[in-house]
């Protein structure tokens, strides 16, 4: 995989290439990663970028110039690699969509500024839009780190286990289990017992429930729009039978209380 970034600050990702999964990745030659600064591609003196927006109102506006040179440029680098820009107006990402851009050859990442591109840029040389979420940034390149970290970690070879990445939050639709290290008490609060009884199938077992109502509790959402497995069926109707058990008793403890009174 070849990340190709165009920004006018390219030392935003300075630190970005030196650090944890990302940096070890590029250490290993797993991914490569490179940015090229818009500005160089600036026809006149000064490198101007943006310019006022044609029919007035507020902020400026990327001047298609530049980045068309700096689009074609990272082509020429990459010929098979997809061309992304970074905008609210984009697809939100999702882990689907960083599993889906991880097959390809490169990515150009787009970084806008300002009010945003001139709109003549998107239709000649922008494969895809991609937005992080529904509120607006000053600037695309955090929105292209977030999206160079989800697929780099989709990359084999780049996380500890092999497998790491098909039993994250979401590679099964679902939020991850509750996660527990040393020490066995912090604070009191000690480890769930099956944790540390060595016995494999009940551990799994454990972590099927934990990330079922985990989802149920904090993303139900998510159970909504997945298939779900015979045994996460299993794990919410075990529930549901047992709040039904709660509620029944809840009413027959209060009717009895009632008629007491
Ligand atoms: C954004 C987002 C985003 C819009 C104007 C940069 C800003 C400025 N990018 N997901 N949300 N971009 O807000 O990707 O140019």
């Not at 003549?120 to 292209?144: F, K, M, N, Q």
């Amino acid at each position: 995989m070849n990340f190709v970034v165009l920004t006018i600050f390219p030392e935003m990702f300075d630190p970005f290439w030196e650090h944890g999964i990302v940096g070890r990745a590029i250490d290993h030659h797993k991914i490569f990663a490179s940015t090229l600064n818009i500005r160089d591609f600036a026809e006149d003196k000064h490198q101007v970028t943006d310019d006022r927006p044609y029919g007035g109102g507020s902020g400026m506006v990327m001047k298609p110039e530049p980045l068309a040179g700096a689009i074609r440029a990272a082509k020429r680098k990459c010929p098979d690699a997809k061309t992304i820009l970074l905008s609210p107006q984009g697809r939100v990402f999702d882990q689907a969509a960083a599993n889906e851009l991880a097959a390809f050859e490169g990515l150009i990442l787009v970084c806008g500024r300002y009010e945003g591109v001139d709109e003549r840029i998107s239709h000649e040389l922008i494969d895809d839009e991609i937005s992080i979420g529904d509120y607006v940034l000053t600037g695309g390149e955090l929105a292209a780190m977030v999206v160079i970290d989800a697929v780099t970690r989709q990359i084999p070879g780049t996380l500890g286990g092999e497998d790491a990445a098909e039993k994250d939050s979401f590679s099964n639709g679902l939020l991850e289990h509750a996660h527990y290290t040393r020490p066995q008490v912090f604070e009191g609060r000690s480890v769930p017992e099956v944790l540390l009884s060595g016995h494999h199938g009940a551990i799994e077992n454990w972590r099927l429930e934990s990330a079922v109502l985990r989802t149920l509790l904090k993303r139900p959402d998510l159970l909504e729009s997945k298939l779900l497995s015979e045994r996460e069926l299993d794990t919410l109707k075990k529930w549901y039978r047992r709040i039904e058990e709660i509620i029944k008793n809840y009413h027959r403890d209060h009717r009895a209380h009632r008629e007491k009174k």
